[in-house]
């Protein structure tokens, strides 16, 4: 009777040191995990907007990025998205940021993506990564979202060498001169159009 006690033991105890084992080398991938974050993680979505690659992003690079993509799309000039429109931005969207890809949805059902619901995201995750709330995301706070560090002479690489860096992307996004519209409205909302 004492025997049976003993015998139950010494298997749970072999059964404990046992333990996850390891698959043979031979069964092992050679391939490295992707990483997720190769398309900048949670900050990839804003990134684009840095005007200026100076690995700063402002409230005002991320307004005129913004309202220039919008505009670029809304090729009935009518200030609204169709459903078609939508779905060709999705589908370019996921071609180039696959997993990471924020579809422009029309919350509201009313057949129209306004600008509102276009720049939704971004402003939301915008605000999100500003901690200081001084109306700019600064490269610490771009990786702390996941955004890989600025090589220093990628930036340099990208400007023209014979006009001021920055100065014909800002132009060519806004559609002409005058300064980027001011942020958003006191609650807290995208700016109007």
């Not at 139950?8 to 031979?26: I, N």
């Not at 009518?78 to 696959?98: K, T």
């Not at 993506?113 to 709330?133: G, K, N, R, V, W």
């Amino acid at each position: 009777m004492r025997l049976l006690p003993v015998i139950l033991l010494c298997a749970l105890a072999l059964a404990a040191c046992g333990g996850p084992r390891q698959p043979p080398p031979w069964m092992r991938s050679a391939e490295k995990p992707r990483d997720e974050n190769y398309h900048g993680g949670d900050s990839g979505m804003i990134l684009k907007y840095d005007a200026n690659h100076d690995g700063t992003l402002t409230r005002a690079e991320l307004i005129a990025g913004l309202k220039a993509e919008f505009a670029a799309h809304d090729t009935h000039h009518n200030g609204c998205l169709d459903s078609e429109q939508a779905l060709a931005i999705n589908q370019q969207r996921v071609d180039q940021d696959q997993s990471v890809a924020s579809p422009v949805v029309d919350w509201n059902q009313d057949g129209c993506i306004d600008y509102t619901e276009f720049s939704a995201a971004p402003y939301s995750l915008f605000d999100q990564l500003d901690l200081d709330h001084d109306g700019k995301l600064t490269p610490k706070e771009l990786q702390r979202a996941g955004a890989k560090p600025r090589d220093p002479n990628a930036a340099q690489a990208d400007q023209p060498q014979d006009r001021p860096p920055g100065d014909d992307q800002h132009r060519r996004r806004r559609g002409g001169g005058g300064a980027p519209p001011e942020g958003p409205p006191p609650n807290g909302g995208p700016p109007p159009q």
